[in-house]
């Protein structure tokens, strides 16, 4: 590129290709372990000598800073290996795609749908040892007895072994009737902390703000967080946590009912129900500001949410907007009336 | 319902074509595609669900006036992410592999395996798509800090070549880096 054209030099514009090319080789000599400190000096001369070189040196730190997280694990050998195998799987399977090219990590897509999915449950959950999608639910019994029902979009694993029954929560919600084994302890893991099971019946569930949500309807559950802050919650309370304790409730038991397909709602807002409703669809249910409030009475059929949301429509001043089949917004009856 | 055997060129489309024809005319087809790629109906319809949120989204993607083009764009975006799908999974299952390799004292906390899983997912696209001995070099002098005389020594290569490796995988860092700062820096100017 030749400076001083009638391009302005904006940061749109991308640094010439020779300057993108001398930044490499600075890169990989200065990196090599072999660099002296006569070329320390001369690549400071070379960035000082245009606002080129710093703009294509720039792209040299960000790139190599997105290779910190990995420098920082414990065994960064082991990461970069695994992450180098992972890679080649996907090689062998990209070229089972005869035809057209793709690449993954274009510009086409990237991973902005991935992201706002609440990352890395949603993922981790593809790996998990039980696991449900969306509008499933399902009871599993354990080798030891202890009954489990999954909710929609749920994902546990199942750590058993000689002292001690442990489940981890990766995503959604799961509901614990424990059978009793006095020899082996019996815990819940979420990525905010620990709960044991003291001869019980509980519900927990990951929320998306980052915490975990426990109620506890027999029995008691000593909840330790990853901060170590600790409590026990006994039959009929209900908290949350993250890094430290929220209050103590008093748990409503009606919730329960999810674990048979029933939603139901005593006194509680719309945005709530919606809420609740929403792992049990797929695509987009909305509730527009106006009408989120509206208290919520009945007992509706989670596995059947059109019904749900038709039921909702009778007995609500709302009108169920359907812009495409997976796009569904809960509106005011008027404001729709009105179009 | 419009129909689907029409001839495949020519400008059929209003333009840009709405949402609305898009989805009648190709939701199930690119369903039924994701599926037999995916082997799995969950799958394939939160990728048809997010192709299409794309679409919504971003119109500025919905540049063409016919239904061929639409059905090839559509195509082509279904297979990248049906390898980004892919990929992501990989990525995740060795990082579990990583873990599970660890002392159990070792626990990172949600937000920290949250970074490092972006960080692997980022290198490892960028990974893809460089010669694979590039790629394995850069990886080993970046992600291991080794120096060149190690590299060399694991690849049974002359360090003259893991210098010249590694500049060739930064330099297409560098140009893909330059190009997705393009790309925002545009998207950011439309919106």
């Known amino acids: ?339 | 319902m419009r129909l689907g055997d029409r001839p495949v060129n020519a400008s059929d489309y209003p333009f840009p074509p709405s949402v609305e024809i898009l989805y009648c005319d190709h939701h199930d087809w690119l369903h039924g595609w994701l599926r037999r790629r995916l082997g799995n109906a969950a799958d394939a319809s939160d990728l048809a669900h997010d192709a299409f949120l794309r679409l919504i989204l971003k119109p500025a993607s919905r540049g063409f006036d016919s239904f061929g083009e639409a059905r090839a764009y559509l195509r082509a975006m279904a297979q990248g992410m049906c390898i980004n799908l892919w990929h992501r999974r990989e990525i995740e299952q060795a990082w579990l592999d990583t873990l599970a390799a660890r002392p159990e004292e070792y626990a990172p906390s949600a937000e920290h395996q949250a970074i490092v899983l972006e960080a692997l997912h980022e290198i490892g696209a960028m990974l893809l798509d460089l010669p694979p001995k590039a790629a394995r070099a850069f990886l080993m002098a970046a992600a291991c800090q080794m120096t060149d005389k190690e590299v060399a020594e694991e690849l049974g290569v002359s360090t003259r070549m893991v210098r010249k490796y590694v500049a060739q995988a930064m330099l297409c860092c560098l140009r893909s880096q330059a190009r997705q700062t393009l790309d925002d820096l545009s998207a950011g100017g439309r919106a």
């Open chain 1, 1 to 339: 590129m030749i400076s001083g054209s009638a391009i302005p030099d904006t940061a749109q514009s991308d640094p010439p290709h020779e300057a993108m090319e001398a930044a490499a080789e600075w890169y990989a000599l200065l990196r090599s372990g072999e660099a002296t400190g006569g070329d320390q000096a001369r690549w400071q001369s070379w960035l000082a000598a245009s606002p080129d070189h710093r703009r294509a040196w720039g792209y040299v730190e960000t790139v190599s800073r997105s290779f910190a997280p990995l420098q920082a694990t414990p065994d960064p050998r082991r990461t970069a290996d695994n992450l180098w195998a992972a890679n080649g799987r996907v090689i062998r399977r990209r070229r089972a795609f005869a035809g057209i090219a793709v690449l993954a990590g274009s510009g086409l897509l990237g991973w902005a749908g991935w992201r706002h999915a609440a990352l890395p449950g949603v993922v981790l959950a593809g790996l998990a040892d039980h696991r449900t999608g969306t509008g499933e639910l399902r009871e599993i019994v354990l080798a030891d007895g202890t009954r489990v029902w999954l909710g929609a979009v749920t994902a546990i694993n199942e750590d058993y072994r000689a002292g001690l029954r442990r489940l981890k929560v990766v995503a959604g919600e799961i509901l614990i009737d424990t059978a009793p084994d006095p020899a082996r302890p019996f815990v819940v893991d979420t990525p905010h902390g620990r709960l044991r099971a003291l001869g019980t019946r509980f519900t927990v569930r990951l929320e998306d703000g980052g915490s975990t949500f426990l109620a506890v309807y027999q029995g008691a559950v000593e909840v330790q967080t990853g901060a170590g802050d600790a409590a026990i919650v006994s039959a009929g309370r209900q908290l949350r946590f993250a890094a430290t304790l929220g209050s103590q409730e008093t748990a409503d038991a009606a919730r329960e009912a999810w674990s048979r397909g029933v939603l139901v709602a005593r006194d509680i807002p719309l945005e709530q129900v919606v809420k609740e409703l929403r792992p049990y669809r797929t695509g987009h249910l909305g509730v527009a500001p106006e009408v989120a409030g509206l208290r919520v009475f009945g007992s509706f059929p989670l596995r059947n949410t059109d019904e749900t949301l038709a039921m909702l429509e009778s007995a609500l001043p709302i009108r169920i907007q359907r812009t495409l089949p997976w796009w569904v917004s809960i509106e005011a009856k008027g404001e729709a009336a009105s179009r």
